[in-house]
């Protein structure tokens, strides 16, 4: 059995987290393309313990950004 601080070092994502470090190494889905192929191709999503915004512009590229607090 794990104790509560190895539980956590491995289970949290968030930033500054060891877990989450290890995560933003590597690609993870937020969305699928179709889900911005709208008349405003704009979605809020939550990775990793963050609050994310996906959007596609005017010229077709896709973007996210994390949204400030």
Do not use: H
């Amino acid at each position: 059995m794990l104790t509560a601080e190895k539980n956590k070092s491995i289970a949290e994502t968030g930033r500054g987290t060891p877990c989450g470090a290890l995560m933003r190494r590597y690609w993870q889905p937020a969305a699928l393309v179709e889900e911005l192929d709208t008349f405003r191709p704009v979605k809020r999503a939550r990775l990793l313990g963050e609050d994310l915004v996906l959007f596609r512009d005017p010229a077709g590229r896709y973007g996210l950004m994390t949204i400030a607090r």
